[in-house]
């Protein structure tokens, strides 16, 4: 089993579209989580870190359950320039940073 | 504005070749991080560095070697013994800090013919 896992997509949603990802971790004793964006053949950019009690960032919000293990991030009313890649990335230690491997979401007009 | 400048953004290399990836950051981050990514593997880690003049191998080190002499640097050297150099390389930094996420740099593209 990979220690981060995200459903690859892509997801294809109408503008204007609320969408959901999800990203398992296999380590209970992660510290802490983030959601990245990639647009193709760019480096990731962090979108936002997600806390205990969950946070939201405009459209964006992250939310973390740590007894099922899975962190989420819910997208409201998308836009075309939403579309990218989202990686989540769990940190197990000091220096450790798991990736997923990302779900590309593309947002048709 | 601070962030990690890494260069060049595109490099073309014979086999046999050893090649340098160059990243720079002005974050004065402690730890610095590099990183592969080839289409549908995500992120691999190939070697990091918590502190100058140390450096851990990460996942994928074999055919990779790096060197922190100061804190704003970390090259990375991509020799002949690396069997699959062709890939997207991204180097990263965080500070200490419990919660600290990775900041990237713009990537090098390396392809290797």
């Not at chain 1, 964006?60 to 293990?69: G, V």
């Not at chain 2, 090259?75 to 390389?89: C, E, G, R, W």
Request: with cysteine; charged share 20%; aromatic share 12%.
């Amino acid at each position: 089993r990979k220690e981060v896992e995200q459903d690859p997509g892509p997801f294809n949603v109408p503008e204007g579209a609320t969408v959901a990802f999800n990203c398992t971790y296999s380590n209970s004793a992660s510290q802490s989580f983030f959601w990245y964006r990639q647009d193709c053949r760019k480096e990731p950019k962090l979108l936002m870190s997600v806390y205990s009690s969950g946070n939201e960032d405009g459209r964006f919000t992250a939310q973390l359950n740590r007894a099922s293990q899975y962190i989420s991030l819910l997208i409201r009313d998308s836009k075309l320039s939403d579309s990218a890649t989202y990686l989540c990335a769990v940190k197990t230690g000091t220096y450790k940073y798991i990736f997923g491997t990302g779900t590309r979401l593309k947002v048709l007009a | 504005d601070g962030g990690i400048t890494q260069s060049p953004k595109y490099l073309f290399r014979k086999e046999g070749q050893n090649v340098t990836l160059s990243c720079e950051q002005n974050l004065n981050h402690d730890a610095m991080y590099w990183y592969r990514q080839d289409p549908g593997q995500g992120l691999r880690l190939i070697y990091y560095s918590q502190i100058v003049n140390d450096f851990q191998k990460g996942d994928i080190a074999e055919g990779y070697s790096v060197s922190r002499e100061k804190k704003e640097s970390f090259p990375l050297t991509v020799t002949s013994a690396q069997k699959n150099p062709t890939a997207f390389y991204l180097c990263a930094s965080s500070s200490r800090s419990y919660n600290s996420p990775l900041h990237f740099g713009n990537g090098t593209r390396l392809t290797v013919t």
